[in-house]
């Protein structure tokens, strides 16, 4: 198993940047396919990125794709979401999410979940 806590999160004005980490225990980090979803007031959790096991590929939603970058660094265990060009429309609590197979983006594919870090994007 593996554990997953994130940090990172808080308010900034749009158009402003934040990264957010997600540090992994447990078993190896490597082991896993790990990706980043959101999830807003009132509105189901959606995807958002994600990442093989290596670090080689990565996949992101269309709302987000050229704003953010997911990377990891099984080294340290971590995995992190850089996000730039911030909307209000990204105000979520964002969670990272580990599986044990390849990549996917449906909640449902995920094991593992951190328990969220707020992100607050003011207009």
């Known amino acids: 198993q593996v554990q997953l806590v994130e940090s990172g999160g808080g308010l900034v004005q749009a158009g402003g940047s934040l990264r957010l980490s997600c540090a992994a225990s447990?078993?190896?980090?490597?082991?896993?396919?790990a990706g980043w979803f959101r999830q807003a007031p009132g509105k189901g959790r959606e995807f958002v990125a994600a990442?093989?096991?290596?670090?080689?590929?990565?996949y992101y939603a269309l709302s987000v794709k050229g704003r953010f970058t997911i990377s990891r660094d099984n080294a340290k265990n971590t995995l992190y979401l850089q996000m730039n060009s911030l909307k209000p429309e990204d105000t979520a609590v964002y969670y990272c999410a580990a599986r044990e197979w390849g990549v996917g983006s449906r909640e449902m594919e995920y094991e593992y979940w951190g328990q969220g870090t707020q992100v607050t994007v003011s207009s």
């Open positions: 990442i093989d096991r290596s670090g080689g590929s990565t």
């Open positions: 447990g078993r190896t980090f490597g082991t896993y396919a």
